[in-house]
């Protein structure tokens, strides 16, 4: 089988067994979740191994005539872009159901939605045909509303149907987005590496460019999350259950921004070097607005929510550069950041689901009560902060260096944006884990081993990256140049 | 003669079918009503077999001019087959609400759905309007079933005071048609329209009549008045049939009349269809919201269904026009799983209001597993048959250059995705009042296992529906 079929088929099929099992049967459910979160996993380890370095292009692509008549196939694969945050959404998916062994109620409905909202996601990413894209996408968005409505806490009813419809109003204006750009290609066609080499011999006109670049701009741009329209997602990172926390957080805003590149930029190019310098801004100001909002919160699933959303703005800021600097460290940042969120998700839910309380001054002194789950979630703030040593640091070190060169002053804006993670997450350190212990939190209990594990699992990525980057670097520059190949070569040396 | 026959055989075998039940029923009276409407169900079941067979067939017009065999008709057919087919199945959930008459319950079904195909199978104007009404008056009664309760006296009250309206209409304007063609036929009127010329304005004001009873049937602003009411005091089965099946049968009109007799004059209007489509998906969707009652909330929601429609007839363009097709395929079996959903619910509870489906999920997880499915399928998500039809209207609008319709289409996505989600939110994350299990009958449960497969089924594997689909656009 096709591996990167496997990535997307293996959750679905789990899925459908998970139907099959009597509900009270709790072990084997979790059992298959495992499995069909573990082997995508292997195969997007065994992918990133096997990658052909240095090839440009797509690899292990698989192509099924689905509706000739219309012009879509089913057709995927990966490229240097797409196998790394496949890698990403495979280690976010199999940490969480890990993670998820604390969900006690409606089990088995609870791992069918997740693992659907798996193979959702996963089928965004390997997708090479628009239509497959969009029908992921929004497969993706959709098993998100029972699982923060449901299995959430606090604010839950409005949470999720703000989120759902949210991301769904972003995604039909980029369907209709997707459809103009369809008519208007003349290729007839929703294949996306033959539009590729279509639009570069018949570029679509300049004006046209411009005027559908914003649709899919903000479509794909409210999962991102852009400013203004970020509003959803701090709210349900906080509603939602730990395992939702992580995978939202860390991969599917990662939706947005991948999006933005393999099509918006990619396909419109003219589009995209008119529109980028409103990128940069509204890139500024998901990093400050957000880093500020993020100081102002008493509840650590909003600081860590906001905080997402400010670091975003650092993906958004390296794709608006155009040049393969800023794109490879984009994307970089995209792995990294959403292993450290993962893993800060999963500490603060391990430690909600016992307090019961989220606001941080209500902790105190954790760490002497949980010194595993207070080492998982420093070690998440420092590489949050950007420490050297995580994967963090040198991803946002490119993209600084790529926006000097593009748009000076978003670079220091940026470079200030570490500051301020820099004290809202040490703050949350000091105040929630450091101190005098809080006496009502003497009943906590640590990670037992087996608990451990996917902490381990994601700290182990964000250093082993953070150490030897070049060992994803090396894949993701493959790729970054074809993605700005469309544009005017005069145009990037510009940039440059 | 034998050419006759096999064109007329569908007609032939509903006309048989409804003599033997008429004769049961008689014989039976009361007593084995039930087992009266599985003999109904099985009956319809071969006339898909038929169908099929008959698209074989050469397909012209007989009898004088008054009967097309074509892939049009044939493809509503089996849309009105299958509506017939799962809405007897559903009229067992009633026994309770009705004190007598079951039989005549299920034959009356069985008018409607003769109606609906010789409908489908018209090709003059006074055929189409006899069988329209067959169709319409058959739904009066049906309507206003429930003899004890107020609601459904006055829905069929007004259905047959607007309906009624609606008709004189249809027939003020065939008559103008005729007054200016010469002719009631489809063929001669089509010859005498293909050189393209302008139209007179007694044949434009008559088209516009048409159009206005068309819309009446399909249910689009500012023809839509009498759904809200009728929809919530109908018996459920009636509703559910009146919402797939009368709402095809009124864009199958839409097909024959604007699409094959005026298709050189269609694009003249185009504006208005496009506006009405707007206008409707807008007020369907956003009267839903404040819904309580989920029979309404659906009346208002069918209103919207029909804008979307109504895109793919505005496009006037072979992928508009197929989009239709494949919509009120995907549109029959999801609207009657929710409906089935809502008869087997309102059969234990006695209620239709939303609030009384908290907790659903933990009463009957099927139930709520199905509705749930169905609903987002309403509402378009993938990988659901509604998902996919809706898609191809939007495709359709856009490649045509109707870019705001299709905006306006895609908000109300949204729209419709906030109303449907509050019922699923209300079934699955709200504590129930009263715990207590909901049985599900078998026909019910097969009925909805059928719709299942057929959401899933078409939304995955697309292809054999839009190939049929588009067989049916252009093989007449």
New interface residues.
Partial sequence: MNPVTGIILFPTIGAMILLLIPQRREDWIRRVSAAATLIPLGLALWMVFHFPRGVAGYHWVQRIA??P??GIQYQVGVDGISVVLLLLHTLCGFTGVLVSYRIKERVK?YYVFYLLLIGGVAGVFASLDL?FF???Y??AV?PM??LI??WGSGE??YA??KL??YL??GA??A??GL??L??ISGAHTFDLIFLEHFLRQNPIPGDMQRFLFPFLLVGFGVIAPIWPLHSWSPLGHAAAPSAVSMLHAGVLMKLGSYAILRIAVQLLPEGAYTWMPWVAGIAIMNIVYGGFVAMAQKDIKFVIGYSSSSHMGYVLLGIACLNPIGMNGAVLLMFAHGLMTAMAFAAVGHIYDQTHTRVISEWGGLARQVPFIATAFVMAALASAGLPGFANFISELLVFFASWNSYRWSALAAVFGIVITAFYMLRAVRTGFFGPLNPRWAHLQDATVFERVPYLILLAGLLIVGCWPKFLLEIISTSTPSVLSHLNPLQVVAKL | MTGMIHALLPELWLGLLFGVLLLLDLKWGETRSSTLSMIAAAGLLPVFPILVWQSGLPFRDLIGGMYRLDALALFFKGIFAAAALLVILMTRELERDIPRGHGEFTLLILTAAFGMFLAASSANFVMLFVSLELMAISFYVLTAYLQTNAGSLEAGMKYLILGSLASGLLLYGIAFIYGSTGSMQFSKIQEIMSHGQAMPVPLRFGLLLVIAGILFKVAAVPFQFWVPDVYQGAPTPVTAFLSVGSKSAGFLVAFRVVQELFILQAKQWTPLIVWVAGLTILYGNLAAIPQRNIKRLLGYSSIGHAGYILIGIATASRLGSSAVNFYLASYLFTNLAVFLVIAAFSRQTGSDEIRSYAGL?RRSPFLAAMMFVAL?SLAG???LAG?FGK?LL??GA??EGY?AL??IG??A??VS??YY??I??TM??DKPEDPSPIAVSLPVRLALWVCLAAMLGMGIW??PL??LS?AAISGS
């Fill in positions: 689905w509706l008549a219309l409905e239509f969009y029908l992921f929004e497969m959709i509303f029972p409505g449901i839950k009813a999720t149907m759902t419809l769904t109003a039909v204006l369907l209709i459809l103009s369809y008519a | 999920s987002l998500v993938p990988p998902f898609f939007l495709m856009v490649t870019l299709a905006i895609a908000a996505v949204v995705l906030y989600l509050q699923v939110y699955y994350a697309q292809g839009l190939q588009l």
